[in-house]
């Protein structure tokens, strides 16, 4: 989101789904979303049908790859390489649009300065892929009507997400495939409402609705007006951020809602004396998480998808209305009514406050949500922000202000190129640890498991490192073969499965049995300082057998 | 597409026989892979390759079909569902050769019967099998084998006996099929120059283009060409030519709608899927005028603007299947099939598609999707094939029959083509007499002939017995009594006299004839048939079966008369609510041969 809202000052998928299966070719550039998105996926199988072509660019031969025309299977974190040279052939072809370049983008000369070095050759190094592939892929990209490029963790759990993110735009910006129907840029989303969540201000550094914190004065001065308090303009932590202050004791106390850092961060092993450390650990959740079990006080919430009332905002950002449809067990309670409880005691009394009090005081501060009531939710099945009186019933597309070459003041700002540099992955592998290993989701299984390890299904297997056949062999290690597998900061056991998906010196994990393996415990908390993402998907590791002499 | 397999692996034979049809699989590549779009095309070629793999072992082993569906990416359950759709394919070990022996309706009252029990009593070994068939077309040859010979190719025999069987299946068997020219009136060449459908039949070299072309072939596209693709559809709308496959839809409506669709590519099939039970004509055209074949279908490609053809060939032909391969590949050689057909500037080839074992397929859109490499499951219409037939694409579906009468046309005119027959009925129809009658075989007729003239000509019923029925139409059809021995087979007299001349099948039985038997047949007939897609014709001819089985046993439940209420209320509802023809037509015969000889009205039915 950090990426998307540097450029567009929105952080935003720009495309609905209606246009991914329009369009005519869809990259999922660092996305597996059949097993990780299935729901997405639907609409991309829709596109297929319909004739789109799919490039997927993964270092895995992943179940999407296996749908997609063409797969590129890049070496792990070269994907700011990958994305440069690819640049660079559209412009060497002149393929670029150019005048949408010429009318409104900034900054393209030093951009094509600086991916002029990134020749189809060099590419080809740097990344694995034959250099005719690259071009065929720049050529066709370019050449498209309508082209999304969609993205999720393979992007941004690195060290340089913001920049492979940036990556990403840069191509969409020198192309137009942005701010028209059919052609966008789509990060997407792990949960039904993590676009919600950045939306209502879940994210350090910005007000409700996108409004920055700090450079936003007008924004702050509208929210302390409502508010009657002051907002110190200044940027919070996230979460490596909250971790390196525990670190240095300056973070003591916790108030966590809805998630689970014990299983769910890299370096495992680091963290959870940290959450051990706290003064005051506060967990308000559903079940009885890891994170639940180390705290002082628990708070027990209502199911937020039919225990309570409110609004999610999905990948395409469409804002659709949650109803209760159950009273919650026992003592939960609603996560509104908790806040409101907690703010009397802290001594400021809200009253009975409802979701949709909520909702009424976010359309009157977030310009974006102004005209969005919940009658025109209900009426339309959801509404896609901005809605406002340039869009009163929503926008299908972000950024079609871009096309206005001939008004200025509705184009408003133009969106920059970035400047991006190859920047290899910090785990370097090295004689020690000759195996990349990249970390990443099945279709049945969902984060740490939380939410369903408690259900069976016929494509599970338990918690493995997979390899290729290749490195089985030089391992000398058969199918269901307990190995070490162990990385600069910790070491697990699991059992070994054999995947055509891989290829020589690359091994691949999931975060979903923590309690089986603890795969986190070798991942590096290397993260990104823009956006705080661990680089979860690039780890030096070594594979041991267990017993040695045995075949 | 991402598949789960099971662990079962090909053996290398079996790999060898997918390969030799898909090519040799592509050497792992671990940074780039194609497929997408490019590999699900490919679906299509899921029947010819399971036919390979069957061909190779005799059966589809669970490796072996792994193996298919990873070359094709077709998920293993959808693959499953194809292979066990059609009755020439097992997925359970059997033996490498496979006798089908028809017990159907002509074959049964010929010695099929006897044929079976023989085979019951001293019957397999462990080197080949056999097992009762449906129609296999060769009623005229009653009664009929059809042998599947992995390894060698499959063979159909007819007036066969247990020695036939054996020597079929004997492992140095030298035996082929026989080709016999089963068409009565060829045998005599003053009245085979008369005719028009069939007078090349025996008389000109089947294997042989140069032949073909002596004896008039190619001179119809040629008169095509010279009109260009409008004038030639005007020119069958013209001689109003009606769809000879049942339906008696008129051909050049057909034609026209498909040429006027802006949607490309367009698509010409023939529909060589002959499998209605006292059916053979197409069958006899196709082995011994294959070429008439060919021609017919390249004007067809001509006139609708198709580039691509498709003959979809019953599985149990193989005689019809080797010399209209042979007449493609020879016309291909000739120019008269490839990118510049005849130097005339325009393209068209044609594959030939074998099916397997489904009397469904014959249905057109259950053809697209046998094509398509799906079930052969036929689909809801609207939309109809002439906007969304095979892939989806605009299609003109034609069977044989339908077909060669084109070649007439143009080279007659349209006017002297409907010199021919009636008013509403042009030209002349070819007519599949079979049972007992002195000279069972293929007859051309005018359009208007009657009943009785049709069966005089084959010599009358055999042995001066009595009429007492006749099968008209075929299993779809339905049984009529001595008493409309003078109803005119036209399609208006048809309409009218509530009969149907179907796919032209005149079935005739004397005085001895078991009826019972025959309906008992006909309902397990269409029992086995039903594609089980939706419920009437499912449920439906499973119900119509065991109540004339309760019928005849005569452990009815209540009385008989609420036994034959049921077959009406059944017949209502597979008729109004199936899916398509199969269902409803599934009662037409049953019913008819209740009504009209009370089969269950006596005590001694």
């Known amino acids: 989101m950090v990426g998307l809202a540097t450029v567009f000052g929105a952080g935003g998928g720009t495309s609905s789904y209606e246009e991914v299966e329009n369009s005519d070719l869809i990259v999922l550039w660092g996305s597996n979303a059949r097993a990780a998105h299935p729901i997405f996926f639907h609409h991309v199988l829709r596109a297929l049908e319909r004739g789109a072509k799919l490039i997927v660019v993964d270092p895995r031969r992943t179940e999407s790859a296996a749908f997609g025309d063409l797969w590129l299977g890049i070496d792990v974190g070269t994907d700011i390489a990958l994305s440069n040279t690819i640049a660079r052939e559209i412009i060497a072809s002149d393929l670029q649009d150019q005048a949408f370049v010429a009318n409104a983008t900034e900054n393209f000369e030093e951009y094509a300065e600086s991916v002029a070095e990134w020749t189809l050759e060099r590419g080809e190094e740097v990344t694995g892929v034959p250099a005719d592939v690259i071009r065929e892929v720049a050529h066709t990209y370019a050449q498209a009507d309508r082209a999304q490029i969609c993205w999720t963790l393979g992007i941004t759990e690195h060290h340089t997400a913001v920049d492979n993110v940036l990556a990403l735009i840069n191509l969409g910006l020198l192309t137009g495939h942005v701010g028209k129907y059919g052609s966008g840029l789509n990060p997407l989303r792990g949960q039904n409402n993590v676009q919600g969540g950045g939306d209502m201000g879940a994210i350090p550094n910005k007000l409700p609705g996108f409004q920055d914190i700090v450079e936003d004065h007008e924004a702050r001065a509208r929210f302390e007006q409502a508010w009657g308090r002051p907002i110190i303009p200044q940027y919070g932590w996230h979460l490596t951020d909250m971790f390196h202050a525990m670190e240095r004791g300056e973070l003591t106390a916790i108030y966590c809602i809805g998630e689970n850092p014990v299983s769910s961060e890299a370096d495992a092993t680091h963290a959870t004396p940290l959450l051990e450390n706290l003064d005051t650990l506060i967990v308000q959740d559903i079940v009885m998480t890891k994170t639940a079990e180390m705290a002082d006080v628990i708070l027990p919430a209502s199911n937020a998808a039919f225990e309570s009332e409110g609004t999610v905002t999905n990948s395409e950002r469409r804002v659709q209305r949650v109803r209760k449809a159950l009273e919650p067990p026992g003592q939960a309670k609603d996560d509104i009514w908790i806040i409101a409880q907690l703010a009397r005691r802290l001594g400021h009394d809200w009253g009975e406050l409802s979701a949709s009090d909520a909702w009424e005081e976010l359309r009157s501060l977030s310009p974006m949500h102004a005209n969005m009531s919940w009658a025109l939710i209900k009426e339309q099945g959801g509404v896609q922000w901005p809605c406002n009186d340039e869009f009163p019933n929503g926008a299908q597309f972000l950024h079609s202000r871009l096309w206005a070459f001939d008004d200025p003041a509705r184009q408003g700002r133009k969106a920059p190129f970035s400047v991006v540099v190859d920047d290899p992955p910090v785990d370097l592998l090295s004689e020690e640890y000759p195996i990349r290993l990249t970390t990443g989701r099945r279709l049945d299984s969902f984060n740490t498991g939380v939410q369903t390890a408690g259900y069976t299904s016929p494509l599970r297997r338990p918690e493995s490192v997979e390899v290729s056949a290749a490195d089985a062999e030089a391992l000398g290690v058969a199918e269901g073969e307990r190995v070490r597998v162990s990385s600069r900061r910790g070491e697990v056991e699991a059992p070994v499965h054999i995947s055509s998906a891989l290829r020589r010196g690359l091994a691949f994990m999931t975060l979903h049995f923590p309690d089986e393996v603890e795969t986190n415990r070798l991942t590096i908390e290397a993260a990104d300082p823009k956006s705080g993402t661990a680089e979860f998907k690039a780890t030096a590791i070594r594979i041991d057998k267990l017993r040695a002499g045995v075949a | 597409m991402d598949l789960h397999l099971t662990a079962a692996t090909p053996t290398e034979e079996e790999r060898r026989a997918v390969d030799g049809l898909l090519g040799p699989e592509p050497v792992p590549n671990d940074r780039v892979v194609r497929g997408g779009h490019e590999t699900r095309a490919d679906r299509t070629l899921l029947l010819p390759v399971l036919h390979a793999l069957h061909a190779s072992e005799g059966w589809i082993s669970e490796g072996g079909l792994n193996y298919i569906c ?173 769809g000879r496959g049942g339906a008696a839809f008129p051909t050049g409506v ?50 609708t603007g198709a580039e691509r053809g498709y003959l979809y060939v019953r599985g149990e032909y193989p005689l019809a299947t080797e010399r209209l391969e042979r007449a493609i590949a020879e016309a291909r050689v000739h120019g008269y099939l490839g990118d510049d057909v005849m130097e ?71 006017e002297e083509y409907s010199s021919v027959g009636t008013q509403d009925s042009t030209g002349s129809r070819l007519f599949c007499l079979s049972g007992h009658v002195e000279r069972p075989g293929v007859y051309e007729h005018p359009h208007g002939v009657t009943l009785s003239d049709a069966i005089a000509a084959a010599g009358g019923v055999r042995g001066g017995k009595r009429l007492k029925a006749v099968l008209l139409g075929g299993a779809a059809g339905g049984f009529v009594g001595p008493d409309r021995l003078d109803a005119r087979l036209t399609f208006e007299d048809a309409r009218a006299g509530g009969y149907t001349l179907g796919s032209g099948v005149i ?35 499973v119900r119509q079966e065991e109540a004339l089985q309760r019928l005849v046993s005569g452990r009815t439940i209540g009385t008989r008369a609420d036994e034959l209420a049921l077959l009406e209320d059944v017949a209502d509802v597979m008729r109004e609510a199936s899916i398509c023809g199969l269902g409803q037509t599934a009662a037409a015969a049953v019913g008819s041969a209740i009504s009209t000889f009370g089969l269950f009205d006596g005590e001694t039915a």
């Open chain 2, 70 to 242: 990873e070359r094709l990416t077709v998920p293993p359950a959808e693959a499953y569902g194809v292979a066990t759709f059609y009755a020439m394919f097992s997925v359970q070990p059997q033996p490498k050769t496979m006798v089908h022996v028809c017990d159907d309706l002509a074959c049964r009252i010929e010695g099929g019967r006897e044929l079976v029990a023989e085979l019951e009593a001293d019957g397999a070994n462990g080197d080949w099998t056999w097992t009762r068939s449906p129609c296999l077309g060769m009623c005229e040859q009653a009664p009929a084998i059809f042998v599947q010979r992995a390894g060698r190719p499959d063979v159909a025999l007819g007036e066969a006996t247990v020695a036939t069987v054996r020597a079929a299946v004997a492992p140095d068997s030298m035996v082929t099929c026989a080709g016999a020219v089963t068409a009565p009136q060829a045998w005599d060449p003053a009245v085979r120059s008369g005719l028009r459908l069939l007078r090349r039949l025996g008389e000109v070299d089947p294997s042989s283009i140069d032949a073909y072309r002596a004896a008039g072939g190619y001179s119809a596209l040629r008169r095509a060409i010279e009109l260009g693709p409008e004038r030639t559809i005007r020119e069958i709308t013209d001689a109003k030519l009606l």
């Open chain 2, 254 to 303: 057909k034609w026209k709608a498909v040429a006027e669709q802006s949607v490309r590519p367009h698509f010409v099939i023939c529909n060589a899927d002959e499998s209605e039970p006292g059916t053979f004509k197409d069958r006899l055209v196709m082995e011994l005028d294959p070429f008439a074949v060919v021609e017919a279908l390249t004007i067809a490609g001509y006139a």
């Open chain 2, 344 to 414: 005339r500037g325009f393209g068209f080839d044609l594959e030939l598609r074998r099916g397997a074992g489904a009397y469904i397929c014959g249905e057109e859109t259950a053809l697209f999707n046998s094509i398509e490499g799906k079930r052969g499951e036929p689909r809801n219409k609207p939309p109809f094939p002439v906007t969304h037939g095979v892939f989806g694409k605009p299609t003109a579906i034609n069977n044989v029959e339908t077909l060669i009468n084109v070649l007439p046309i143009l080279e007659l005119g349209a």
């Open chain 2, 507 to 541: 079935m005739v039985f004397d005085e001895d004839t078991d009826l019972v038997d025959l309906v008992l047949r006909i309902a397990r007939f269409f029992r086995d048939e039903s594609c089980g897609q939706c419920v009437p014709c499912r449920v439906g001819t």
